[in-house]
């Protein structure tokens, strides 16, 4: 029997893949290139951040997450134009994957010994950086440099995370504050419209 | 004296570096940055296949892949215009080394005791992913994702692979033909024009 | 008190910042953005360095490069428009920042036993790629490719190193001499426009 929190992991794992599969299919990718992509969505972050921590990247010891992404493309394929119209549906999973992403990211690093800013950095690449390699994939600029709180909703849950450890809340409660915070934030920066200011500037090279 | 082997790595290596090069000229590259692409095509997959297997680099303790890649722009450099002439021959070049990537892929993850599953992405990431990389530094949408049978030629050799090992074919036969699995899959493919279906989709954020 | 070679280094990194956020204001990244940017210009040459040499990140044992390039982003919000004129003061720190960037590098492989091919590869990654990873962040070419001198300066610094190594030369002066061969070769480089020669092709697939 899986666990809730395994339950939760996959329909993460799965929205961020739905995500990369979409995007992927208004590029006219082939099925192959469209699984890729929602792949290196669903799983690209916690690679880079097992990569940098110097562990064995976590699907490799686990099919669990290949598998979940191959039936987000099945039912694309097989449910494209339905599952086009789940907008909010699908909003409130990556949403959910993003805050358990992050909680898992935290996690990781500082059980394995590392300061808190890494923890942190750690968590915004878990839950983020999946959506930056699909954006370079298919040759768009990452959505998350431009529009809405996203990352930022990452690095707040961490500060959440380090203060609930900090003094001493047991570590089930910290996790999940930490990823209530980040669902919190991100629903209601999209809510309320809330986003980070924007640089301009000229082109420009140095 | 090389060994049949290594004359076939070489030839691999040198069709990879040369479809870098060939890409990057069309982008007006200077030939440091041609360089660059082709050498990115050639090791680039075997370099994240052993950055996640954690291992060190294979180009880091044999420097033959970045003399390869040398000769590769000279080629290009002098003999332009012939080379672009000689489609053909490249296309058998570079379906010999991916399919040789693919065979180098398979063979040194179960080396080191990874699932078979690992394994045979471990040969796609060998063979497909330096031209995903190549297509990333000239800012073009991964041809891979798009066009032909191309790593799902590395999936069919990598479920090959496993079969025969599988039923105890000693290992040089093993090799010999997953890599000829992976050829014939390609040539087969591009000759009959067999391609994946396409995934249609709108533009579509989640 | 830092050292001398520790407020270079800062002078180093503030640059590569300041041309990640500089390119990403151009773009209308957001803050949140367009620090990722400045930061993967910062620290992504010498992260793609580690990771290859199977070490921790630099950055994730001194927090001193987020520091830095927050004051970056900081200068650029506040102060854009006075920051976007002073072009060649940015161009000196910039080339500062390289030549130091190139040295740490092929230093800390050598320091590992590597031969010295794989550091003076590995002093170009430290000195450019963060450049590269730069360009794809904000999906345009890599600059680098096809403009000015700048990674045949981490070359060429390179192989200094390696001259001065040979002959016997102490190790500050080592590093002295070849942080300076950078720095100079870029500097005439761009004074007279000497570039490498580019290499023309039309449009073609292998």
């Given at each position: 029997?899986?666990?809730?929190?395994?339950?939760?992991?996959?329909?993460?794992?799965?929205?961020?893949?739905?995500?990369?599969?979409?995007?992927?299919?208004?590029?006219?990718?082939?099925?192959?290139?469209?699984?890729?992509?929602?792949?290196?969505?669903?799983?690209?972050?916690?690679?880079?951040?097992?990569?940098?921590?110097?562990?064995?990247?976590?699907?490799?010891?686990?099919?669990?997450?290949?598998?979940?992404?191959?039936?987000?493309?099945?039912?694309?394929?097989?449910?494209?134009?339905?599952?086009?119209?789940?907008?909010?549906?699908?909003?409130?999973?990556?949403?959910?994957?993003?805050?358990?992403?992050?909680?898992?990211?935290?996690?990781?690093?500082?059980?394995?010994?590392?300061?808190?800013?890494?923890a942190?950095i750690?968590?915004?690449?878990?839950?983020?950086?999946?959506?930056?390699?699909?954006?370079?994939?298919?040759?768009?600029?990452?959505?998350?440099?431009?529009?809405?709180?996203?990352?930022?909703?990452?690095?707040?849950?961490?500060?959440?995370y380090?203060?609930?450890?900090?003094?001493?809340?047991?570590?089930?409660?910290?996790?999940?504050?930490?990823?209530?915070?980040?669902?919190?934030?991100?629903?209601?920066?999209?809510?309320?419209?809330?986003?980070?200011?924007?640089?301009?500037?000229?082109?420009?090279n140095?």
């Open positions: 029997m899986p666990t809730f929190f395994q339950v939760i992991e996959f329909l993460g794992t799965f929205a961020f893949a739905i995500s990369g599969i979409r995007l992927a299919s208004a590029k006219q990718f082939d099925w192959f290139g469209a699984y890729v992509v929602g792949l290196a969505t669903a799983i690209g972050g916690g690679t880079l951040r097992d990569l940098l921590l110097g562990v064995t990247p976590f699907w490799m010891t686990n099919s669990v997450y290949l598998i979940c992404s191959a039936f987000a493309l099945i039912l694309v394929i097989f449910l494209g134009k339905w599952i086009i119209r789940m907008d909010v549906t699908f909003f409130i999973f990556d949403t959910i994957g993003l805050a358990l992403f992050t909680v898992v990211g935290v996690g990781k690093t500082i059980s394995l010994g590392y300061p808190f800013w890494v942190i750690m968590g915004c690449l878990t839950g983020a950086a999946g959506g930056i390699i699909r954006d370079i994939l298919i040759n768009e600029i990452p959505l998350i440099f431009r529009k809405e709180i996203y990352a930022m909703a990452c690095v707040i849950g961490g500060v959440i380090w203060l609930c450890y900090h003094i001493g809340v047991p570590p089930i409660f910290t996790q999940l504050i930490s990823g209530l915070g980040v669902f919190a934030v991100r629903l209601i920066a999209v809510k309320f419209r809330i986003t980070l200011p924007i640089l301009k500037g000229k082109e420009h140095s």
